[in-house]
């Protein structure tokens, strides 16, 4: 499959430029997942590290849950990969599907999507209990931004240990 990024605006209302960087980064991580093979998305590329690029993939579902559906939704729901909230389980995808694993992480872009759309203003907050404070959605946009470009230099280094691929 062909992912599409599109570079966001270089100028856009604060809402409009937030929504775009984000939906950047999260095109960026699929371009690192792009023409691998199952074994090669499982690949622990980088020893004596065990992250692999399905596992950023699985992880950063988790952490759109988290964010978008449990925090600013306050949906009484698990994560995806861990009943007892351990976001670390879900980096062990050496065993795992990798559609099931896209498909989640799909599904949970399109609620953040859709949960940040219907939100009257970045100045709607909700309660993290991780945090012991409220958050604004503001402040979720931007964390799942720092996130995703963390995450992203992550995958950088071990799609380049997988096939040589630099640069996406």
């Not at 999507?113 to 979720?140: F, G, K, P």
Request: hydrophobic share 40%; charged share 30%; aromatic share 8%.
């Amino acid at each position: 499959m062909e992912t599409e990024r599109i570079g966001p605006p270089l100028v856009a209302g604060e809402r409009e430029m937030l929504r775009a960087f984000l939906d950047f980064h999260r095109a960026t991580l699929e371009l690192k997942c792009d023409g691998l093979s199952d074994e090669e998305l499982r690949r622990q590329s980088s020893p004596p590290s065990t992250l692999s690029l399905l596992g950023l993939v699985r992880h950063m579902a988790e952490v759109e849950r988290q964010w978008f559906r449990r925090v600013i939704n306050g949906e009484d729901i698990p994560l995806v990969w861990s009943e007892t909230g351990d976001f670390q389980q879900a980096y062990d995808a050496g065993t795992a599907d990798v559609a099931t694993a896209f498909e989640a992480w799909r599904r949970e872009v399109e609620h953040a999507r859709r949960i940040e759309r219907d939100a009257e203003s970045l100045d709607v907050t909700a309660w993290n209990a991780r945090w012991a404070e409220d958050v604004s959605l503001r402040l979720v946009m931007l964390h799942m931004m720092h996130e995703y470009a963390r995450h992203n230099g992550h995958a950088d280094f071990l799609r380049e240990a997988v096939d040589g691929t630099v640069g996406v």
